[in-house]
């Protein structure tokens, strides 16, 4: 049944890819925004973000403050792709450590 999923997911988004390329999609501003947040909303359970990106782009802070963080649970342990020895996380894994920062910000601006 997963398969069946995929496969029909696969489909729809390849269609959906060759007419926007093609310039036959006529998605008014709304939908496109819809669809534009389903998307994200999907893609931000992908383990495609390394330990580099999430220190760069998500928490602003060096690579021994995200290790910190790990070894206080605020992140978990990453997934390993295939062939890879690198860790990845999803977006999602990042809400306690950015609640964290954001705590710790607060307290110092008081």
Not at 15 to 32: I, Q, W, Y
Not at 69 to 88: A, C, F, N, Q, V
Request: aromatic share 6%.
């Amino acid at each position: 049944m997963q398969l069946i999923r995929q496969k029909l997911i696969e489909e729809l988004l390849s269609a959906l890819l060759k007419n926007v390329k093609a310039g036959n999609c006529n998605l008014s501003d709304e939908a496109a925004i819809e669809a534009v947040n389903a998307l994200t909303a999907i893609n931000k359970n992908v383990y495609n973000i390394t330990k580099r990106a999430a220190c760069d782009k998500i928490l602003h802070c060096a690579t021994s403050t995200f290790e910190l963080y790990r070894t206080m649970k605020l992140i978990p342990e990453g997934h390993h792709d295939y062939g890879s020895k690198e860790l990845r996380w999803c977006e999602n894994d990042f809400k306690e450590a950015l609640a964290y920062r954001r705590n710790e910000q607060s307290k110092m601006v008081q």
